[in-house]
């Protein structure tokens, strides 16, 4: 967490341990993940940020994400399985 945190120029670790933790991303906050990530030599795209089940139709969500698509909430989708 600290590493993407420090490239990301924030002063705490926790806003990065909370996306993490929420298993959340804002959007507005994508490019530069993607920027940081290939700083510290991980490869990323936006696509690596949306939900499998919105690129591979067919793949159930599970319940918690449809919780959240039911809530109508815009600007966070599911971060990548990533280890930061």
Known sequence: ??????ALKHPSH???????DRDRVPVSHWAGVIQAA???????TAAD?????VREPG?????????DASSGK???ISAP????
């Open 1 to 6: 967490m600290r590493p993407l945190a420090a």
């Open 14 to 20: 926790t806003t990065v341990q909370g996306w993490h």
């Open 38 to 44: 290939s700083d510290l030599g991980v490869s990323l």
């Open 49 to 53: 940020f949306v939900p499998i089940e």
């Open 59 to 67: 793949i159930a969500a599970d319940s918690a994400e449809l919780a």
């Open 74 to 76: 815009i600007g966070e």
């Open 81 to 84: 399985a990533v280890t930061l």
